[in-house]
């Protein structure tokens, strides 16, 4: 199979300063895929999704998923220093909900990618 080399024989300036001009920083995108990192454990998904139906504390999430609860204590804290899940107290217990909107349409998005 032969590569295509490109040895900057020809380039198109007018795109490539275009291009250029709209790319965002480097550290926006290392951030970005250190959030798309988030989403690359089923655990962290399979707790998004539940919380997509209702806010819930970790006991329930546990029940839930089959899982101790320290196990989805790490997952949500990594979640919430993600800024994709929110916490309220009432009384002793802590309930977890989705951050925003945007998460359920990261989500959305990344299905309906994944079903086409």
């Known amino acids: ?7 900057f024989l020809h380039v ?9 001009d709209k790319t965002p920083p480097e550290e926006e995108l290392m951030d ?15 707790i998004l999704y539940l919380l ?11 029940r839930l998923l089959s899982m101790q609860q320290s196990a989805i204590s790490h ?23 989705l951050a925003d909107e945007h998460v359920r349409t990261i989500i959305g998005n990344g299905m309906e990618h994944i079903e086409e």
């Open 52 to 62: 997509f139906e209702s806010e819930m504390c970790v006991c329930d999430i546990s």
């Open 32 to 46: 970005l895929a250190d959030l798309f990192k988030i989403f690359a454990d089923t655990t962290r998904i399979k």
């Open 1 to 7: 199979m032969e590569s295509e080399i490109c040895e």
């Open 75 to 97: 997952q949500l804290r990594i979640l919430k220093d993600s800024k994709l899940v929110k916490a309220r107290r009432s009384g002793k217990t802590v309930f977890y909900s």
């Open 12 to 20: 198109h300036e007018d795109i490539v300063e275009r291009v250029k």
